[in-house]
């Protein structure tokens, strides 16, 4: 469905289903207004990102949509393209505007006014504004807008009443300066208002949308930018936003306060990348060492292990017949491998339940603390040599925690090429903690030496691996453009509430897509078919100078990385034999669960990449490690 003309938008259209969206930059509030409006939680996060697509929720007899954070509405990104067709069907918008960042925020609501969209102006965060020493004329903000202005405190809830009755309020200006532009439009063009300023603005699918001729990119002779000047429209749409925060704001002289000065100093590479560092260390220390291997290795080994399986295993074969039809069942129910009434419920409760909430807890606090940003930031320039941006960089950590958690978190960063560049890199050459306890154990026996070069291996193939992708892929990296919100300390309630609506949201997709993958691999275990992986193995583990039985340990990791290397330990291998394994294992596929969230999130296609390219790269690699040592030797 197409906008309609200004005049026939708004709260008092008529419509069945009268809509209103949310918009604003990234960290800006919508997400924390949207729940304080609608009673329904979305991610509240000091951090620029957190919501990547539309989320709606009844406000009464209205529909209101929480969309992505954008710094202008038009195509140039998959969040501006959200926001756009947003902005394009709903009945009018809350313009949520960060008090901190006047001149930032003001650009979109002129853009709001601009294409004669009913705005209602949410100013919010003004207890930051007031604690910084900005005090903001709201009277005259009102004025110079032309649009109802309410202040807020998302957070608390202060002014959100006063926002909700002011809503039937939503307006927009007549005319605005931009309506001068629009006599560069060719004849005949039916736009709207909204439209016409996305055309000027140089907005392609708008363009097409609409019926503009002879596009270049279409094979015309018109380039898009004959239908308008998007460069003058956004100079002069700048010079309003001077002005109005030229007479509407007032910054009185403080001093410094200390966050912001430890702000300064994550920023800067001499101290930034120390601190950066010890952050990291410490989330790997939580993730990887504290959960991952006490938390779960009690849960596993003591609490499932000594009670839960035995009792499970001792109802189950008191339930069912000795022979007959019961044979399949019980082996499913209860196989040592993958029995969905033991091992699978071992897993989903005490292997991913403590990882999926520490997790959660170490992300939420350091969004909330407004930590992640300048992570970001630091890290940018090392990650951009493997065609990522810093974003990238708390997935690539938090994979040597839980590459399935991992996976989902590779969310925040920016584009789909980096999303895919992230994932095939997680899905290669980051082992995750399970597995690194158990490949410690096993070079502690070899020596510093081989320490030594397992790191360098890994390291050289996270290196090639990236590059690699950045140059076949098409597109090129984005530009990191972060906008950094205030340090301040993590609020627990926020933190602890994100995290329990997340976990939640995060075990109802991914204990379906075990148990469902679990009781394929049983079935084809009970049938002899893995037996079958095994033996086509041989030619490879053979080609590896590893034992036949190594195929079985293969095997093994396709369900759990970790089961992989444990495996190891039963064979009799020489030193030169367990670097090659350990290397191929590390290198090899992901287990079961992480490739199920690579098929969620990045798609069939994307995860035949990680699953081939796993494959091929393990061996490749190996080959080329057992073939050096051999040499040496």
């Known amino acids: 469905m197409r906008a309609t003309e200004g005049a026939d938008r708004g709260l008092g259209s008529g419509d069945a289903e009268t809509s209103v969206a ?132 998302a957070v608390t809830g202060a002014g959100v009443d006063k926002l909700r009755d002011r809503l039937p309020e939503a307006s927009a200006p007549e005319s605005t300066p931009i309506d001068s532009y629009y006599d560069a439009l060719p004849d005949g063009v039916d736009a709207t208002r909204a439209e016409k300023t996305l055309l000027v603005e140089g907005d392609e699918p708008t363009a097409r949308r609409v019926g503009v001729p002879g596009l270049a990119t279409d094979g015309g002779d018109a380039p898009l930018a004959a239908v308008g000047e998007r460069e003058a429209v956004y100079r002069e749409r700048r010079t309003r936003v001077r002005s109005i925060v030229d007479d509407v704001e007032r910054v009185a002289a403080s001093e410094r306060a200390p966050e912001e000065r430890l702000g300064d100093l994550l920023l800067r590479p001499a101290t930034g990348i120390p601190i950066a560092l010890a952050l990291l260390a410490a989330v790997f220390y939580v993730m990887g060492v504290v959960v991952a291997q006490r938390v779960v290795g009690y849960a596993e080994g003591v609490l499932f292990a000594r009670y839960y399986t035995p009792a499970v295993e001792g109802v189950v074969a008191g339930l069912l017949p000795a022979s007959g039809w019961a044979a399949p069942v019980e082996f499913l129910l209860v196989n040592d491998n993958l029995g969905l009434a033991t091992v699978t419920v071992r897993y989903t409760l005490g292997v991913l339940l403590p ?235 992901p287990c079961i669960l992480t490739m199920a969230m690579v098929l969620r999130e990045r798609g069939a296609r994307s995860a035949l990449l990680v699953w081939v390219g796993s494959w091929a790269t393990a061996f490749a690699v190996g080959g080329g490690v057992a073939a050096v040592l051999e040499v040496i030797a």
Request: hydrophobic fraction near 50%.
């Open 355 to 589: 990882l999926v909430v520490a997790f959660y807890l170490v992300i939420g606090t350091l969004e909330d603390a407004g930590v992640l940003p300048r992570l970001a930031v630091v890290t940018d320039r090392g990650l951009g040599r493997i065609g990522l941006s810093g974003r990238a960089v708390v997935p690539l950590i938090v994979g040597m925690g839980c590459v399935t958690m991992a996976v989902v978190s590779t969310r925040m960063v920016g584009s789909r090429r980096e999303r895919l560049i992230t994932t095939a890199l997680l899905g290669l050459a980051i082992p995750c903690s399970a597995q690194i306890g158990v490949i410690s154990g096993l070079l502690a026996e070899l020596g510093v030496v081989w320490w030594g070069g397992y790191l360098a291996v890994l390291l050289g193939v996270l290196g090639t691996a990236g590059v690699a992708l950045d140059r076949t892929l098409p597109g090129r990296r984005d530009a990191l453009i972060e906008q950094l919100p205030r340090l301040r300390l993590p609020r627990p309630t926020n933190v602890a509430r994100k995290t329990a609506n997340r976990t939640a949201a995060f075990l109802g997709e991914a204990a379906p897509l075990f148990g469902a993958t679990a009781a394929a691999v049983s079935t084809l275990d009970y049938v002899g078919a893995l037996d079958a992986v095994v033996g086509a193995l041989r030619p490879l583990t053979a080609a590896l100078g590893l034992p036949a039985s190594f195929g079985r340990v293969l095997v093994l990791g396709l369900i759990r990385r970790d089961f992989a290397a444990a495996g190891m330990t039963e064979l009799a291998l020489s030193a030169s034999q367990t670097f090659v394994g350990l290397v191929v294992v590390t290198l090899f596929v």
């Open 22 to 153: 949310l918009v604003g930059a990234p960290n800006a509030g919508k997400s924390a207004l949207f729940g304080r409006l609608t009673a329904e939680y979305a991610d509240v996060s000091n951090y620029p990102g957190t919501t990547v697509e539309t989320t709606a929720a009844a406000l009464g007899s209205l529909r209101l949509s929480d969309t992505p954070g954008v710094h202008g509405i038009s195509s140039f990104s998959e969040a501006e393209r959200v926001t756009r067709a947003a902005v394009l069907e709903a009945d009018a918008v809350v313009n949520v505007v960060d008090a901190t960042q006047l001149g930032r925020d003001l650009f979109v609501t002129l853009q709001l006014t601009d294409m004669g969209v009913p705005t209602v102006v949410a100013l919010n965060m003004m207890d930051e504004a007031e604690a910084d020493g900005v005090a903001i004329d709201v009277d005259a903000l009102e004025s110079a807008l032309g649009v109802p202005v309410v202040p807020t405190v």
